[in-house]
């Protein structure tokens, strides 16, 4: 959750080349701005239909991540420029971390290789039966 001026300051304790953040959002939520080293990467609208006071569960869940950041440690912003919750809702943070998974793409020999030896042997085990 966001402090009574609509700010959240995050140090990473680590190097890291991405950061995570996922927000709980109901028909209170309203507007932030995510700011990483002094530079805006992200703004938008954390508002959802969902009633007020559900559970985690029944609230809609987004997720940002952040990444091509410097493998570096880095300073984290997210603020609602609308502090008048009345008017303009609120942001709640549910959970933010900087363990992002990668996926890992094979690159073509990885893949091409073992399709080669595949058909290879097919081509091989046909020959022998003629």
Not at 47 to 61: C, D, H, L, M, S
């Amino acid at each position: 959750m966001l402090d009574e001026n609509g700010y959240m300051f995050i140090a990473t304790a680590y190097p890291t080349d991405c950061f995570c953040i996922v927000f709980a959002s109901d028909s209170n939520d309203g507007y932030t701005n995510v700011y990483v080293d002094g530079e805006k990467v992200w703004e938008g609208d954390t508002w959802a239909i969902n009633p007020t006071g559900q559970p985690i569960g029944a609230q809609k869940i987004r997720s940002l991540k952040i990444t091509g950041l410097d493998n570096d440690i880095h300073n984290i912003i997210i603020e609602n420029p609308n502090v008048d919750h009345v008017h303009n809702g609120h942001v709640t943070i549910y959970k933010y971390g900087y363990n992002c998974q990668q996926e890992n793409i094979p690159e073509f020999p990885t893949v091409a290789l073992p399709v080669a030896a595949i058909l290879g042997l097919a081509f091989f085990f046909q020959r022998r039966k003629e």
